[in-house]
Each structure stands twice: as structure tokens, then as C-alpha cells.
């Protein structure tokens, strides 16, 4: 869960409160709802919140946390191999 900073500028409708605090909200799979599920790409890149922005996807620790939070299918593991693209 990606708890949003002060500056964070997010759709309202991707923001759930955790324990207080403001967060980015999950699907049921523990995927993020920003992320398109058709194409894995962040639909609020260019505006994403300062942790994605501070996190890179795909490296070690982001496979980690991927991997031991849910059981993620080989296409899911192949797309975490390939270099972020912005959407546009």
C-alpha cells in the first residue's frame, strides 16, 4: 500500500484512509488501482505519488514484495523484467 505524502496529487477516487493515514487504493489482488490491468502501465504516471516515484518497479525489492504478496503469473513476472513505460 502506497500511503501518499504531503504534495500527493491523486484522483480522489484512488484514495482509501489506512490507519489514519491517506493511501493509494488496491484492487482485490493487491494490485494497485492506478495500474491498468490490460496493460500493467500506471494510468497516473506523469502525476503517480513521490513513493512510485522514489520505488522502482522491477527492481529486487519491488519483485519481493510482488512475490510474497500475492502468487503473480508468469506473463506478471515477464512484464516486471521489461524497462516501466510512461502512459501517456
Partial sequence: MVELRAGDVVP???IVEHAGARCMDQR???A???LDPAT???TIY???PQTCRDFNRG???CRQI???GRNLTTLERS???QPAASAS
Fill in 66 to 68: 510482488l512475490a510474497t
Fill in 28 to 30: 482485490g489482488n493487491g
Fill in 59 to 61: 527492481e529486487s525489492l
Fill in 79 to 81: 512484464q516486471l523484467d
Fill in 46 to 48: 506523469a502525476d503517480r
Fill in 32 to 34: 494497485c488501482v492506478a
Fill in 12 to 14: 480522489d477516487h484512488f
Fill in 40 to 42: 500493467f502501465l500506471c
